[in-house]
């Protein structure tokens, strides 16, 4: 029953076009802060960290601390069908925000 709830949770985090447009977003910039992407997509930091926390626990993303500020990445390696979604995401002709970046540097 837990490979169905996985399957499940993945496909559910991707019925959301914030998210899917967020998956793309950080594919395609690497790394991202969520006060940058906060500022890239002019949304309220509580709904954007919901949105993350659901790509996340869908085994989408992951979450490294850099001092004070929380960068997301594209997990890797991605499973078959996470790595298949996204490659359909990137192919979808999604208008991305501009990136404004205003974290602090962080080497990840």
Not at 32 to 55: N, T
Not at 60 to 76: D, H, M, N
Not at 86 to 94: A, H
Request: proline residues 4%; charged residues 30%.
């Amino acid at each position: 029953m837990e490979a169905m709830e996985d399957f499940l949770r993945s496909v559910g985090a991707l019925y959301d076009e914030t998210r899917v447009k967020l998956l793309k977003f950080i594919d395609r910039y690497g790394p991202m802060c969520v006060c940058d992407l906060e500022a890239s997509f002019g949304m309220i930091q509580s709904r954007l960290s919901r949105h993350l926390k659901i790509l996340k626990e869908a085994g989408f993303l992951r979450a490294e601390r850099c001092g004070r500020w929380t960068y997301y990445s594209v997990r890797t390696p991605l499973d078959r069908f996470r790595s298949e979604a996204l490659e359909e995401i990137r192919s979808l002709p999604i208008d991305l925000p501009e990136l404004k970046k205003i974290s602090g540097e962080c080497s990840l």
